[in-house]
């Protein structure tokens, strides 16, 4: 059964680069057969799709965040991992990464990563 | 984008009700429409996808229907671990994106 599991820091300073992993276990990101996304929510809020990436390298991203975001593979440690720069207090979120079938044309999403609460503050 | 909206926005209902959550596409989406139920502090749990299809281990009291822009999850009959927030997602369009949820709560 696979598992996602997200790390990274838990506070950023305005202006700064978010840098979050997805450890991914049960499941190599590189079958091929899934894109690999970030979704994020704020606080008390929905949820908004930041953005995927395939095995095959091609990555896609939500157009309100595309000038900000890259995700990349690090298939020798079965991760995949987003970077956000120039962070504002809009950022601050709880960060989940997941999974969709490449079948499930834009995709439904599961299973999911427990999520990791990010706070952009000084 | 395509909007997702979902109503109502919070249900009061009890154990044994029967729960309907309806989700409009603000354009057509053929049949490319999940549900998620969401608990507190966690994250969003897959239960239904492509409008019908019920993911594994999902129980049977959850339904899904509707095509086009307009949809309806159902819970037959609600147990109290179904107190939680459900969204919908479009899969159709770029970007996918979310209805902004339905809380359902205790009476």
């Known amino acids: 059964q696979v598992q996602l599991q997200e790390s990274g820091p838990g506070l950023v300073k305005p202006s700064q680069t978010l840098s979050l992993s997805c450890s991914v276990s049960g499941g190599s990101i590189n079958s091929g057969t899934y894109y690999w996304s970030w979704v994020r929510q704020p606080a008390g809020k929905g949820l908004e799709w930041i953005g995927r990436i395939h095995s095959s390298g091609r990555s896609d991203y939500n157009p309100s965040l595309k000038s900000r975001v890259t995700m990349s593979l690090d298939t020798s440690n079965n991760q995949f991992s987003l970077n956000l720069i120039s962070l504002t207090a809009a950022d601050t979120a709880l960060y989940f990464c997941t999974r969709a079938p490449i079948a499930s044309n834009y995709g439904w999403f599961g299973p999911w990563g427990q999520g990791i609460l990010v706070t952009v503050s000084s | 984008d395509i909007q997702m909206t979902q109503s109502p926005s919070s249900v009061s209902a009890s154990v044994g009700d029967r729960v309907t959550i309806t989700c409009r596409a603000s354009?057509?989406?053929?049949?490319?429409l999940a549900w998620y139920q969401q608990k507190p502090g966690k994250a969003p749990k897959l239960l239904i996808y492509?409008?019908?299809s019920l993911q594994s281990g999902v129980p049977s009291r959850f339904s899904g229907s509707g095509s086009g822009t307009d949809f309806t999850l159902t819970i037959s009959s609600l147990q109290p671990e179904d107190f939680a927030t459900y969204y919908c997602?479009?899969?159709?369009?770029?970007?996918?994106?979310f209805g902004q949820g339905t809380k359902v709560e205790v009476k």
């Open positions: 997602q479009q899969a159709n369009s770029f970007p996918p994106t």
């Open positions: 492509g409008v019908f």
């Open positions: 354009q057509g989406i053929s049949n490319w």
